[in-house]
């Protein structure tokens, strides 16, 4: 699996719009993008994946480029409750989940 | 629906005492996996499970590690004798399916976790 590069940390405003960037420069044809997050203390949880087009659901959107070489994952709003640490992971067919340092996102009031 | 269920939440033992930790997943969930997450790092997967078959256990110290998941459900993770080194987060996971058949491989529901200290 194609390996991904992500800020170590990052701050935001509440309410506004956090934009969490991910390189993954090596990624095939075949495999997937994915996000998690992990707030402190527990385990982590799915946010969402796409492999070309752009995918939006009730957690989040990710927006990747044209060329795949690199994604960002939004949170339209965010609030305290967001603060955690984001995992962006390549994942191929079959392949095991494999998560690097992350970035750490801390909402602020 | 209940999610991952994962006990006991907290251990401390002294180093060279055996441990267990118990791991009910997702009901319907073929793939079980353990990952151990040291302080400020991600998660590292130990061992993956297909049903009862452990597919996956190249990262699974064989020496003082073990895993089973009899029946196909519930799953078991021992450490015998424990080592300092051994103080982290287990965490277990499941999943529908590993990409057989067409199924996505990377929607994984995770538990809290078991916190082990050893002294």
């Known amino acids: ?109 | 629906e209940a999610g991952v269920v994962q006990s006991p939440r907290y251990k401390i033992i002294e180093k060279k005492q055996p441990v267990a930790f118990w791991c009910n997943p997702i009901s319907g969930h073929n793939t079980l996996y353990w990952y151990l997450q040291n302080l400020g790092q991600g998660p590292e997967l130990l061992i993956r499970y297909e049903n009862e078959e452990a597919v996956d256990d190249s990262q699974l110290p064989k020496d003082r590690f073990s895993a089973e998941r009899l029946k196909g459900v519930d799953s078991t993770l021992k450490i015998q004798p424990a080592e300092l080194g051994d103080s982290a987060v287990y965490l277990c996971a499941s999943s529908q399916g590993t990409g057989r058949g067409g199924m996505n491989t990377g929607e994984l529901f995770f538990g809290e976790g078991s916190r082990l200290t050893v002294l």
């Open chain 1, 1 to 109: 699996d194609a390996k991904t590069t992500q800020p170590p940390s990052m701050d935001c405003a509440e309410g506004r719009a956090a934009n969490l960037p991910c390189n993954h420069s090596t990624i095939s044809g075949n495999e997937y993008v994915y996000w998690y997050r992990q707030i402190h203390s527990q385990g982590p949880q799915y946010i969402i994946h796409g492999l070309k087009n752009n995918e939006t659901n009730e957690m989040a959107s990710l927006i990747i480029t044209e060329d795949r070489k690199s994604s960002t994952l939004i949170l339209p709003h965010a609030t305290l409750r967001d603060t955690a640490v984001y995992y962006c992971i390549v994942l191929g067919y079959g392949n095991k989940l494999v998560f690097g340092a992350g970035t750490i996102l801390r909402v602020k009031s």
